[in-house]
C-alpha cells in the first residue's frame, strides 16, 4: 500500500511539474519584446543624432534585467524620454557642443538604486529604477530629464 501511495504522490508531482512548465510558454510580445524596444529607441537615437550632430549609439544594458518580460517591465518609456531628451539639451549652443564633446553612447540601465543619470568614458548611462521613478540628481529634490542630463553634461 504504502508503494503504490508513493508511486501516486510522483505520478501527481510530476504531472504538476510538467503543467507548470506549460504555463512559462513565452507569449509573442515576450519573444519580440527587446526587438520591439530596440526599434522604439532607434526612433528616439534618430532624433537626437538629427537635432545635435551626432552618432550616438543608444542600447539597453540586457545584462541589468534579470527576469525581463515586456508585458511587465514599465521602463520602456523612462528610457525613450530620457534619450529623447536629448534633443532637448541640443536646442543649445552649449548643450550641443557638450553633447558632441562628452558623449558616443546612450544605454539604459535597470536599477535599484534610484532612477538617475551619469556619464561615465563617453557614454550616459540612464539608471531606471520602477520602484523609485523620481529621477534624482545632485542636489535634493526631483529633477525632470532635462535637468539630470544638464547637470551632468
Sequence with gaps: ?????SLCLC????????????SKRLTVAQKNGW?????DLKAKE??????????LKSSYDKASYPAFDPLKDRTQSACQAAVGTV???????????????TLTKTVCRLSTEGTRVSVDAGVLV???????????????????WKSALEEVL
Excluded at 1 to 5: E, T, V
Excluded at 46 to 55: E, H, L, Q, R, S
Excluded at 127 to 134: C, E, G, L, N, R
Design 35 to 39: 526587438a520591439t524596444y530596440e526599434k
Design 46 to 55: 534618430d532624433a537626437v543624432n538629427k537635432a545635435c550632430g551626432t552618432a
Design 126 to 144: 540612464i539608471h531606471i529604477d520602477p520602484d523609485k521613478s523620481t529621477i534624482v540628481g545632485k542636489q535634493p529634490g526631483g529633477y525632470s
Design 11 to 22: 505520478l501527481f508531482a510530476s504531472l504538476a511539474v510538467a503543467d507548470d512548465s506549460s
Design 87 to 101: 534633443v532637448e539639451v541640443c536646442r543649445t549652443a552649449e548643450g550641443k557642443a557638450s553633447v558632441k564633446e
Design 1 to 5: 500500500m504504502f508503494r503504490i501511495s
